[in-house]
């Protein structure tokens, strides 16, 4: 019993890291595509970089505090420059590309018949 005890408390531990490290990778893309969505003058890229800090803002765990996102974001902050933000970025935007794909492959496939042509009015006289 012990032994099953610890080992559900060693998986409680293993899932909390893998947690807390996609945490402070979704508060780095938050961080980042913030900044660009305020930053950016291309339009298409303003839209981009602000759907981004609506799909990263989604992904904040309900249970953390003010305090404990504050020092996250503060944290990673810390993290990025003006050389590897840029960088960051594409990565923050490919990751959302990745589950529109996904989310678009679950979509029946529409047949692809070609439309019959237009009848064409008779000619008056």
């Known amino acids: 019993m012990k032994t099953l005890n610890v080992a559900f408390a060693v998986a409680l531990l293993a899932t909390g890291g893998a947690a807390t490290a ?11 595509s913030n900044a660009f969505a305020s930053q950016v003058k291309e339009p298409q890229a303003q839209k981009v970089a602000e759907a981004s800090v609506y ?6 765990a309900n249970s953390m505090t003010a305090p404990q996102l504050k020092a996250l974001l503060d944290a990673q ?3 990025l420059t003006n050389q590897n933000a ?4 594409n990565n923050c935007a490919a ?12 979509a ?8 019959p042509a237009a009848a064409k ?3 008056t006289r």
Do not use: E, H, W
């Not at 996609?22 to 980042?32: E, G, R």
């Not at 990751?95 to 679950?106: C, E, G, P, R, Y």
């Not at 029946?108 to 439309?115: D, E, H, I």
């Open 55 to 60: 799909f990263y803002l989604g992904r904040v």
């Open 95 to 106: 990751a959302i590309q990745t589950k529109v794909n996904l989310l678009q492959s679950l």
């Open 22 to 32: 996609q945490t402070a990778s979704d508060a780095q893309c938050l961080v980042v």
């Open 77 to 79: 902050a810390k993290t």
């Open 86 to 89: 840029p960088g960051v970025m």
């Open 121 to 123: 009015p008779a000619p």
């Open 108 to 115: 029946p496939k529409q047949a692809t018949t070609p439309k």
